[in-house]
């Protein structure tokens, strides 16, 4: 059984700039959640894909977008970056939508210049 | 929404038990508690999730007072890889279609030899 992994580990953007982050969800889950977490912070809700429809959104702007792909893999984009966007990007896969027991990855670590 | 607080940090010793405690006072009819431990450079890892009452696992117990405003994480003879942070969180896991999941600001763990 694969566990859920993230990439690219690291990442070095500009202000303005675009961003995509990726994650494969463990086998057999059907459902996505992203997360940023800045340093010293607990993890801020994104939003959730449940079988490959968005199925709730924390508070962040349209400029987060994502997509949930049939294998149940995910990509968050991040529009016109901004320096607080730099922070670890966490995604975790559950086997049904809502809080359900989730696992995490290792995240991507994102700095905005 | 549920919002959730917890202390900053506790300070213990190895073969003590801890017992760090949550408080959320809106919790919604629906909503779960779960609880996740992270360390330094990683994804959360799942603990334990409940809804009232008392929860155990292997590794944890939850207990749930009647009017579900709180809950408390309780590790039995802590070690020192059990340094941490620990976060509590509340969200639904029974309507797929509300999905606002908060994590509280955790609790950081430090075990003494």
């Known amino acids: 059984e694969t566990g859920v992994t993230q990439s690219p580990t690291h990442l070095i953007k500009t202000r303005g700039q675009q961003v995509t982050l990726r994650c494969s969800s463990q086998?057999?889950?059907?459902?996505v959640s992203w997360y940023q977490q800045a340093l010293g912070q607990g993890p801020q809700f994104i939003f959730q894909y449940y079988r490959e429809e968005e199925n709730g959104r924390g508070n962040f702007p349209p400029r987060f977008s994502g997509l949930q792909f049939p294998n149940y893999s995910s990509e968050l984009n991040v529009n016109a970056l901004e320096l607080d966007d730099s922070a670890l990007y966490l995604c975790a896969s559950s086997l049904g939508a809502g809080a359900s027991e989730q696992y995490f990855g290792p995240g991507t670590r994102l700095t905005v210049t | 929404l549920a919002k959730t607080t917890q202390p900053i940090s506790m300070d213990s010793y190895e073969g003590q038990e801890v017992n760090i405690t949550c408080s959320h006072n809106n919790i919604a009819t629906n909503d779960y508690i779960t609880w996740y431990q992270q360390f330094p450079s990683q994804g959360p890892r799942f603990i334990i999730q409940?809804?009232?009452t008392k929860v155990t696992n292997e590794v944890a117990s939850l207990f749930i007072p009647a009017d579900r405003k709180s809950s408390t994480l309780s590790l039995p003879r802590v070690s020192l890889s059990d340094t941490a942070v620990y976060y509590c969180?509340?969200?639904?896991?029974?309507?797929?279609?509300?999905?606002?999941?908060?994590f509280g600001s955790g609790t950081r763990l430090s075990i003494r030899p």
């Open positions: 969180l509340v969200g639904d896991v029974i309507d797929s279609s509300a999905s606002k999941i908060i």
């Open positions: 409940g809804y009232k």
């Open positions: 086998s057999g889950h059907n459902t």
